[in-house]
């Protein structure tokens, strides 16, 4: 079952391959998503500072009666803390209100602020003091492994240029029709294993009737084939759900993609419609 199936981290730490996402689930919904989840196999929980919902994820894994060590649970420094001692307190915000020992995972957010994001400011000197920030939460063990989040390969090179702990993941916006594979290759190259996030574009996929008519191919759902999809660049996948049936039904993947249907999903476009408000959808493009 996928939900058991792990990669391995540099330093060791399995990370489970598929992860619930929980953003824009709010504070009070996010125990019964997380709950849905955990029952449903999941044992991975994907948050962040900024979604503000960190008390209800903790509650949620609290609640479940699964022990904590066999829970992943992932925080983000939000994009907006970009010095040493903003970050270093954004970590133990994090923790004080998750609730659940140390993080398995923490990553900064977005090299830049978001109102900011993909700007021509790159913020490559204050990365470097929020990644001093996050080796040091490691190092005192409040953290088990330390990573980023949207970073293109030279947010990356500024960090290992000169780091102690080489970042241990980079998440990403990736799906069918926005597989930046460059970056990916580069992330591979380098160690860093890469999560997808937005695997179902936001939903847009959803909508989308060439997917659905090779979802029923392989007898899948839309979200099936998005989430397989991620699964076979050799990436983490972060469906978000907080519908119970959705969420159970999202780690049932008994089907392979042929390398054929593979390169088609590489080269379909994505329109995010009214989503496209978000800087994550609108500003996606390289540098
Ligand atoms: N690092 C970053 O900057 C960043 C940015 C964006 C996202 N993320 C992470 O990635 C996670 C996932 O991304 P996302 O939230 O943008 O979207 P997503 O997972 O691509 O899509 C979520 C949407 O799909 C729907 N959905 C999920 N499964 C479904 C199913 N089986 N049938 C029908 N609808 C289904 C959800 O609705 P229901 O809830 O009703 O099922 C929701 O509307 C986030 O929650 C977050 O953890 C990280």
Excluded at 21 to 49: M, N
Aim: one cysteine or more; aromatic letters at 8%.
């Amino acid at each position: 079952m996928i939900l058991n199936e792990t990669y391995t981290l540099p330093n060791g730490l399995a990370i489970p391959k598929i992860g619930l996402g929980t953003w824009l689930i709010p504070d009070d919904k996010a125990a019964a998503a997380v709950c849905s989840a955990l029952e449903a196999g999941y044992k991975h929980i994907d948050t962040a500072q900024a979604y503000g919902n960190e008390r209800g994820v903790g509650e949620g894994i609290k609640k479940s009666g699964i022990p904590r060590n066999q829970i992943f649970l992932t925080t983000k420094v939000a994009a907006e803390r970009k010095t040493y001692q903003e970050a270093a307190d954004s970590i133990d915000e994090s923790l004080r209100k998750l609730d659940c020992g140390p993080a398995d995972l923490i990553i900064i957010h977005c090299p830049q602020p978001w109102a900011e994001f993909r700007g021509k400011k790159r913020y490559f000197q204050e990365n470097k003091e929020v990644w001093k920030a996050l080796e040091d939460a490691y190092m005192a063990g409040k953290v088990k492994s330390i990573g980023v989040s949207n970073f293109l390969i030279d947010d990356l090179l500024n960090i290992l240029e000169d780091c102690r702990i080489k970042p241990m993941v980079n998440q990403i916006l990736l799906h069918i029709g926005e597989t930046p594979s460059s970056l990916v290759a580069f992330c591979k190259q380098n160690d860093i294993i890469v999560e997808a996030y937005s695997p179902i574009a936001h939903g847009a996929a959803l909508k989308n009737e060439d997917l659905a008519t090779m979802a029923a191919k392989y007898g899948a759902t839309i979200p099936q084939l998005c989430i397989q999809y991620t699964l076979q660049l050799g990436t983490v996948s972060l469906p978000k759900s907080s519908n119970p049936e959705h969420i159970r039904s999202n780690a049932q993947l008994g089907f392979t993609i042929s390398p054929e249907d593979m390169a088609i999903l590489e080269n379909t476009g994505q329109d995010y419609g009214e989503d496209s408000r978000w800087p994550v959808f609108s500003r996606r493009k390289q540098l």
